[in-house]
């Protein structure tokens, strides 16, 4: 069982999607944390500790891409891997994600063996 | 994922009408209930007298996705109530929270249209990174009309997922080259 797990889409079920699909890779997380975009992922780093983020890109207040400028700017969550999970799949984007602090990216839809593949060697790291 | 449309090329009407571009949508559909539902989905055509909300009563869910950029359009993907509930409870892994049946089934069904908007688009190297996709709208009811600002190219496509039906219409309007 690994420590706090934030998952951060406006999608409430794509939450529990993510959440249940790292379950299903054998990845159990002791708390999972939610919000609905980077503005309430703000908040919820500010105040707590986590192990891992996951994080949609198209998202309302606060995209994904500027919640990591953000996090990076007031240097929260240092050295916590962040692993973007959007729908959105161009080289430019992952590029973007990658240059302001993404560690992984993977593309909706997704499988539980794909999930595994890209956050188990960001966890073991 | 790979396709012989260049990225350099702009997608014209020839290849949004094509059977390439067909095959690209029912693939992406494929992948998206295959990957996320956990089942088949298959190319139905529905004869005219089959009304698409036969088992719901015309409680018809919509979801619409945005497209910008080098194309201007959207992707709607729209079901009666059974099948967006099969969907929603797919997506869950269970009954979606009876408190907030309602939400959960907008919130899949949106869900699931943005994955297929982005899916199609992802397979189209010209609009990988030339094409942004909207935040989801989901509507519920069937009398409603889409009104495009000019005439776009639209495709319709049918589709069955175990017995529930599942309708998606891709509108485009081609920015001049």
Known sequence: MRGTVLVVDDSAMMRKVVV???QLAGLE???VLEAADGSQALTQLQQ??????????NMPVMDGLELLKQIKQQQLAIGVPIVMVTTEGSESQVLQAIAVGAKGYIRKPFTPAQLASSVLP???? | MSDTLAESQLL????????????????TLTEVFGMMLGCEISLHSPMESEPLSSASGGDEKTAIVGLAGVIRGTCEIRMNRASALSVTSAMFGGAPPADDIENSICDAVGELCNMVAGGWKNRIPCLQSRCSL????????????VHPNTPALRMNR???FGSH???????CEMSPA
Do not use: Q, W
Request: charged share 25%; hydrophobic share 40%.
């Open chain 1, 48 to 57: 707590r500790t986590v192990e891992l983020i996951m994080c949609d890109i």
């Open chain 2, 134 to 145: 909207s935040i989801p709208t989901v509507i519920s009811g069937d009398h409603y009309h």
């Open chain 2, 165 to 171: 039906g599942l309708k998606l219409t891709l509108r």
């Open chain 2, 158 to 160: 049918n589709y069955l």
């Open chain 1, 122 to 125: 960001l966890l073991a790291a």
């Open chain 1, 20 to 22: 249940r699909t790292l």
């Open chain 2, 12 to 27: 014209t009407t020839e290849e949004f009408l094509s059977d390439r571009n067909m095959h690209r949508i029912d693939e």
């Open chain 1, 29 to 31: 997380f002791e708390t």
